[in-house]
C-alpha cells in the first residue's frame, strides 16, 4: 500500500509517501513570501502552491524511491483551511488519481495533526486528550480511535498561534512571531508582568481578551517610556508565554479530571513552544499523565501526518470521489 499525500491549506506546501503506514518520504517548502506582510496573504500562498506542488510531489517520489505508476492511492487536505491553498492540493491530487486510475483519499487537516502521533513510536493509547495548538486552531481533542475522535474544547475566537503572533507583532517582531517570543521567553522573568487570565466556561478557550490587555499595557508603558520594549523584550515575552502557557494548561487538566484520561497528547504547530514543552512535562510528572509530543517536523504542517491519516483512511475503503471540492471550514 503506497499513499502519495498532499498538503496545502496554508502556506507551507508538502508532499509525504507512506508505504504500509511508514512515511518514507517527507517534503516541506515554507512560503517566506508571506513574511513582510506580517501575516499569510491568501491569493499569494495559492499562488506559491501552484509554483511548488509539481517540485515538491517529484522530490517526495524521489527521496522515497517511488515510481507515480506504483502508488496505491492519491490523499489530500480536504480542510480546513484557505480556499485557493486548498483548491491547489485539491485538483493535484484529483487530476493525479484520475490520471493514474487509483482512489483518492480526503483528510480533515486537524484530525491529521492528531494523527502524526502515530508516524513514530511511542503512540499514545486510547483513548487519549490531544490538545491541538495551531496559528489557527486551539482544541482539546477527546480521540477514542484513530477515525473517531471529538472537540471537547476550543477557541470561542483566536488560536493561541495567532495570539503569539499578534502579540509578537505589537511588540515589533516579525512574522511569524511565536517562535521568537519563545526565543526572548527563555532569557526573561516569566513572572515580571501580570495579564488578566480570561475565564471561559467549560473547556473553552478565548485568547482575544488576553491580547487587547497586552495591547493596552504596552501603549501605557511606552507613553511613560517610549524604550519600553525594548528595555524589558526579555520580561514581556517570558510573561506574555507564561500567561498564554498557563491558559492552555488550566483546560487540559480540567478536561484530564472530567475524562479520567490520563494519556495526554499534544500537536500543531505551537506544540515546537519551549515553555508549553516544559510546563506540560512538569504537569504530566505531577498529574500522573503520559505525555505524547511528536517529532517538532510533525508538529507544524506537513504531509506526513495527512498520509497517516489517509493509511488509516484506506485500511477502511473510506475513499472519496473525484466530485469532492475543499471546504474551507471543515469539521470532524
Ligand atoms: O500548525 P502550524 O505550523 O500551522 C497552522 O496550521 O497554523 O502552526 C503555526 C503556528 C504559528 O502561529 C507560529 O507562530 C506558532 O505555530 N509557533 C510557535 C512556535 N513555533 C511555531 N509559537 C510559539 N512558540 C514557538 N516556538
Ligand atoms: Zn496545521
Partial sequence: MIILAIESSCDETSAAICVNGKIQSNVVATQLVHEQYGGVVPELASRAHQQRIVPVVEQALADAKIQKNALSAVAFTRGPGLLGALLVGASFAKALALA???PLIEVNHMQAHVLAHFIEAPEPKFPFLCLTVSGGHTQIVLVRDHLSMEIIGQTGDDAVGEAFDKTAKLL??????GPLIDRY???GNPLAFKFP?????????SFSGI???ILYFLRDQTKLNPAFIDENLADICASIQYTLVQILLTKLRRAARETGIREIALAGGVSANSGLRKALTEMGEKQGWNVYIPRFEYCTDNAAMIAMAAHFKYLKGDFTSQEVSPLPRMEF
Fill in 172 to 177: 515589533n517582531l516579525p512574522y511569524p512571531g
Fill in 211 to 213: 491580547k487587547t490587555a
Fill in 197 to 205: 487570565l480570561v475565564e471561559m466556561p467549560g473547556l473553552d478557550y
Fill in 185 to 187: 521567553a527563555q532569557q
Fill in 100 to 102: 493514474l486510475d487509483i
